[in-house]
């Protein structure tokens, strides 16, 4: 068909534009056929004639044309606007493109037929039949892809323009056969690679006259791009890689408008690429499938031939054997293995042999990722040295300065070895957990015992402290010298909260004295020692005395006293009493006054013996471990007492005798030892004290100190008593006397509210405040002696369980054992009570 079509446009070419006026005017014969009149009509006529019948003829055209137009045009557009609604409907098809292919036959019949028309004629004959007058950009898609098109584009109505040859949308291959996708997705990241050298001339050496250079190219199936890429080698003296960057490369002059594809390349032939030739030797594995699968049959590969110069390069440098290698080994597998892992040793250099040296605190890094090791000094407050960042900058550390120069690895590393650094014997002393770890794992190693070549750092020259100036407290003037903005003395915090008062625990220690002095009115007093565990500090009281013309109250203010003999102006802090300075029977200086405790209260007892460890004279195993030290003869004469002093062997002594005991055994017990043991081996008397008794004493006690808030207190009960049960337990009971200041004693508030305990121990708050009201039930007058009885008491209480009998068979057991146990004794041990048993 194109060979027709070929035959067809040059027989249109043999044929000329003949104009018959002119052709009538220069042959005769034709006025011989065809007459003289026949010619041109406007030569036949004048001007006048000639406007005169044009204007008639016009006008009757025009009157022609606006009578008949106007039915043609309705006729003709309703019958388009028929057949489109009939196309629509589906009443009529229409095959456009066998219309279009007839219009194209007629235009080119036409177009054919009017060659030899005059020009006029020509343009309108071309115009016939075009739908597209616009002017071609220079942007289009190409393969899908947009890009910039520049003159390639054809002219107005995608006709080309004089001199422009068509071109091919898609290049030869690859093109989307089968597919509708773009050839961008159908072959993406497909590429050819084939192996091909090209010589290059080298005029200005003697050694070489020309190079093979070898290259490969790669042609990318999605765009049929080139890229030419050369190996590199090194040495070569010459710039390498990327020889020609990846776009369509065209083909050489003159069908330079077309580009290289697929087709254009086979093995063992020649290709030119910007007029340097390139011989294409092999191709890999899969171009060899690709291009036989497109039926192409391929050449058998050539060898690439041989560069005089390079194959006289390889043999030198075959033939050298360098002192030192330049070439490193691949030691990527050691670096993922281990990186980040660190070996850390503490080193040390002694560098005593220098001026001014001294030995030198070093750590030494060592990374496993690439043998390498870099040393940090360690540097002390004040030493006079500057701080640099590194002592060795980190790299392979060489073991000599030989030519062949081996490096330290792992393995010579080890704790007492010794290493050369550049010079300097540096010491290995130790190493982190992590490195004792990584050398028992590989190496086995179990010996880490650290190498120690410091000598004892010297003594640190203790601090003098001023003497003390008298102004202030010791504490205060202390802090002044420690620093140059002086701050207050530090209070044992701990201290404080854990001994301070808690609730109803006073944690207060009360001793019981008299003053040591030849004065028979200052013999008879009695005082109330306070000791405070929070802070331990002493306040001193005096209850008053009837008619001992003394006036009691506030003896001592409440401080930290200092121990006796003690020199003023020292520099050492002074000794202050503590709570294990104080027990029966020791003699205190309390500001140069003399005091000998005689007794303590119930709570002093019992938390001594709670904290028998800080109170060693109220423990038992220890006054016990004194008995048990006395000799035999002692033995026997305690034995004898015993029974001397039990004829009826009922297993009880009177405490006195017991005291006297112990007393006469040399003076190894102190009396608060004697009084310890005698309440853990007591029978202790409860006396029952009359509640009628008790609460006249205590309304008494309420009278003189007008105490009327009686209906108070049971409104603030019945606030606390949420089940309306009349009833309360001892603890909010005290509470609410506390709150209101009920002016009694603690030790006797508490043995009065056991009185109005019921089986719950709960206390009946209406029967208790009755009891108190000295207003509505006054209860009868007591005698002064009773009162006397209650009041004179220091703790304010009824005489306590009081220690008057002694099971002395338990203590003896308990010192000697069981051949203690006498063998006409009836009773026996198993049968006494217990100690501590009340009876």
């Not at 006025?31 to 004639?49: C, D, H, L, N």
């Not at 200005?204 to 042609?219: A, D, G, L």
């Not at 049929?224 to 020889?243: A, C, F, M, R, W």
């Not at 070093?362 to 390498?372: E, K, Q, V």
Request: with cysteine.
């Amino acid at each position: 068909m194109a060979d027709r079509g070929e035959e067809a446009e040059s027989e249109d070419e043999l044929y000329e534009v003949v104009s018959i006026t002119d052709y009538a005017r220069r042959h005769q014969w034709w006025s011989r056929v065809f007459g003289t009149s026949t010619g041109p009509i406007a030569e036949k006529y004048s001007v006048t004639s000639q406007i005169m019948m044009g204007g008639v003829t016009g006008w009757c055209a025009g009157y022609l044309f606006q009578r008949v137009g106007k039915i043609v045009a309705t006729g003709v557009g309703g019958g388009f606007l028929l057949l489109q609604i009939a196309n629509h409907s589906g009443y009529v098809q229409v095959d456009w493109k066998k219309v279009e292919k007839d219009v194209n036959k007629a235009k080119k019949h036409l177009k054919k037929k009017a060659n030899n028309a005059p020009p006029e004629l020509n343009s309108i004959v071309e115009e016939l039949g075009r739908d597209k007058f616009h002017k071609s950009q220079h942007f289009d898609y190409s393969n899908g892809v947009p890009l910039m098109i520049g003159a390639e584009k054809p002219g107005i109505g995608g006709e080309l323009l004089l001199g422009q040859r068509a071109r091919p949308k898609y290049s030869l291959f690859p093109k989307g056969e089968g597919s509708d996708v773009p050839a961008w997705v159908a072959f993406d990241k497909q590429v050819l690679c084939f192996d091909a050298y090209f010589q290059e001339t080298v005029p200005q050496s003697r050694e070489e006259k020309y190079r093979v250079r070898k290259c490969k190219i790669y042609f990318y199936l999605e765009d049929d791009t080139i890229q030419v890429v050369e190996q590199e080698l090194k040495n070569s003296g010459i710039p390498q890689g990327t020889l020609i960057r990846r776009h369509q490369i065209p083909l050489p002059p003159p069908k330079d408008e077309y580009f290289y594809n697929v087709h254009h390349f086979k093995i063992n032939q020649e290709i030119v690429l910007y007029s340097r030739t390139f011989m294409i030797t092999d191709c890999d594995s899969f171009t060899h499938n690709f291009l036989r699968k497109m039926g192409v049959r391929l050449k058998p590969s050539v060898s690439t031939p041989a560069d005089p110069y390079t194959t006289q390069r390889q043999q030198m440098e075959e033939n050298m054997n360098p002192l030192r290698p330049y070439e490193r080994i691949d030691t990527l597998k050691q670096f993922l293995e281990h990186d980040s892992k660190v070996l850390r040793f503490s080193c040390c250099w002694d560098d005593t042999e220098s001026m001014f040296g001294e030995p030198r605190e070093l750590i030494l890094h060592y990374f496993l990722a690439d043998d390498t090791i870099e040393i940090y000094e360690v540097h002390f407050p004040n030493s006079g040295r500057d701080n640099v960042p590194k002592f060795l900058h980190r790299g392979r550390l060489p073991k000599t300065g030989a030519v062949e120069e081996e490096f330290f690895k792992d393995s010579d590393l080890t704790i007492g070895g010794i290493i050369n650094v550049w010079g300097r014997r540096v010491l290995i002393r130790d190493c982190d957990n992590f490195t004792k770890e990584y050398y028992r794992s590989k190496y086995g190693i179990e010996d880490f015992t650290p190498v120690s070549n410091k000598a004892l750092p010297p003594a640190k020259p203790s601090r003098q402290v001023p003497p003390y100036t008298g102004y202030g407290s010791e504490e205060d003037s202390l802090c002044s010298c420690q620093g140059l903005l002086p701050k207050p003395p530090q209070k044992d915090f701990r201290k404080l909260m854990e001994k301070d008062r808690q609730g109803l625990v006073s944690n207060v220690l009360r001793f019981v004295g008299k003053m040591l002095t030849d004065s028979p009115i200052d013999k008879d007093r009695v005082f109330i020692i306070y000791f405070y565990l929070s802070d331990d500090t002493m306040a001193v009281f005096e209850p008053p005395q009837r008619n001992s013309g003394i006036i009691g109250g506030k003896f001592s203010e409440r401080s930290r006293v200092k121990k006796p003999g003690q020199e003023l102006f020292k520099s050492e802090m002074s000794e202050y009493f503590t709570a294990q300075d104080l027990y029966i029977g020791a003699k205190l200086h309390l500001n140069s006054q003399p005091f000998q405790l005689i007794d303590a209260d119930e709570f002093t007892f019992s938390y001594m013996e709670q904290h028998a460890e800080e109170f060693p004279r109220s423990n038992v195993g220890t006054i016990i471990s004194k008995i048990k030290s006395i000799n035999e003869e002692q033995k026997k004469k305690v034995k004898q007492f015993f029974m001397m002093s039990d004829p009826g062997n009922t297993g009880f002594v009177p405490y006195e005798s017991f005291r006297t005991l112990l007393a006469d055994m040399g003076g190894q017990l102190s009396e608060h030892e004697i009084m310890t043991l005698g309440r853990t081996y007591s029978l202790q008397e409860q006396p029952e004290m009359d509640v009628g008794l008790m609460l006249a004493v205590a309304q008494d006690q309420l009278k003189k100190k007008h105490f009327e808030y009686f209906s108070d207190m049971v409104q603030a009960f019945t606030h606390e008593d949420r089940d309306r049960s009349g009833h309360l337990s001892s603890k909010e009971a005290r509470i609410i006397c506390k709150s209101f200041r009920l002016p009694l004693s603690d030790d006797f508030l508490r043995t009065l509210l056991k009185k109005f305990h019921d089986e719950s121990e709960k206390i009946d708050y209406h029967a208790f405040i009755s009891g108190l009201n000295w207003r509505e039930n006054p209860a009868p007058a007591v005698l002064p002696d009773v009162t006397l009885k209650f009041d004179v008491d220091w703790r304010g209480e009824p005489a306590g369980p009081a220690v008057k009998t002694i099971n002395y068979l338990f203590l003896l057991e308990d010192v000697f054992g069981s051949t203690a146990n006498f063998e006409n004794n009836p009773v026996g041990p198993s049968l006494l009570p217990k100690p501590n048993q009340e009876i």
